[in-house]
């Protein structure tokens, strides 16, 4: 301290020129540190000034969203979240020169180099871009507008389409409503066509026959006396109605003549007719149906009987026709296995009507054949089982028996069965007809009758003769051979056919 208070007071005293050679030592050095901490002072205050200046100028946020939802509508589908590319670097200050660490004597009015855009710089960056963004945005809401337009489009064009779709469907189920109504109207038109005649038609020959000579009668003017009746005795002795019907109806007319009831043709005839009306309806209120009643039991299990060529096979034909008309399932049952036709004339029936049909073997056991058909009517719940049978003649015994033998087998497949027992009669055997049906209703006790082939025959008086002796319904008439040709038994429409 002597010694540098010496030296410097002899610096005072030693010429200026002296000098660098007087502070060349430590004193230098001390100097040179404070200018270096200064240096280092500056260079951090710039380093802060220019962080704060560059913070604004980080590219906004929006703006890689934007792009991430650019990518996303155009479908292009996103990166994973591991994958996601990192975020826009963000502009970092250049970094400051690293302090000289060498004490290499720095100028110390300099001033520092700059580092970093100027604020009008960083300015106008910003401006660029905020205008950036915005045409994203713009280019971003057209584009989503586009999508929308062509979303919408699409949407009228699907509706257009599915309008036109559904037009045409209406018009398809239209045209196939107006085909379906065109073909009822023809069917009804057929069938009308078919129609069938009516009982009067179907009784033309009766009519024609006896029924023509007792009009004759009943015609003329001369009063009732005893040669009235002989003749009337005479005609209805020859009309098939059977004699001891015949001889019913006379005896009630010679009643009525000697009582002086009778003593007109006029009132004759009125007579003859209501006795005739009061045998046919057996008793039943006029208007009532005479038609098999299906009743509840299922299936409803008919037996159709009758000798050969009475028309067995027709009238299950025509009857399956009525019953599915009216609704009811119908399976048929071919149970005539002595003749092959037989089977082969049903199934052409089945075909029309739009039944099945169970068959078996020619020459199989129509009790099986029938127990057959019952089981499968059971098993496939129809309601009505229709059995057709054979019809040999009726006076070989064995018929009855196999017919009472189908009768106990269908039983078995279905207790109860046959609910129905339908007796076919040909109206062409005329008193035969009485004989017949006598002796398959002892045998299988017979619930009705289906008088077959009135239209072929003046023998349509076995009706009467039928109902008087038999007192077995007669359920329905056969006056020709269309499916409407088979008619529902009308006692009140049968009198007036035959009177009218
Ligand atoms: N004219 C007419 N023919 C009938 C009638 N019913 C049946 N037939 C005919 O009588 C014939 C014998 O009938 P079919 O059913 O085979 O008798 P099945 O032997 O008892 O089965 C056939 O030609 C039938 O067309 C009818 O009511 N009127
Ligand atoms: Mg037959």
Redesign the pocket.
Known sequence: MVSLSRDFFLVRRVPVHSIPLALATSDVAGAAIVVALVVLFVLAGLRTFRKRGAAPSEPPVAQGEIERELEREAGVPPPPETALPPAPPVPRPAPAPAPALTPEPIPVAAPPAPAGPSPAEVARREADAAAEEARKKEDYRQKKEAERLEKERRRLEREEEERRAQEERARQAREAEEARLREEEEKRRRAEAEAGRTLAAGLEKTRGGFMARLQGIFGGARQVDESTLAEMEEILFTADIGVKTATKLLEAAREKVKRRELDDPAKLKAGLRQEISRIVSLGTPPGASREIAVGTSRPWVIMVV??????????VGKLASRLHQSGLTVLLGAG?TFRAA?GE?LEIWAERVGAPVVRGKDGADPASVCFEAVKRGVEEKFDVVLL?TA?RLHTKLPLMDELKKVKRVVDKASPGAPNDVLL?LDATNGQNAIAQARQFHDALGVTGIAL?????TAKGGVVIGILDELRIPVRYV????KVA??RPFDPAEFVDALFE
Do not use: R
Request: glycine letters at 26%.
């Open positions: 009758g000798v050969n060529g009475s028309g067995k096979t027709t009238t005539d037989a004339q057709d019809g076919v077959t082939k009135l239209d072929g056969g006056v020709g051979e040709d088979l």
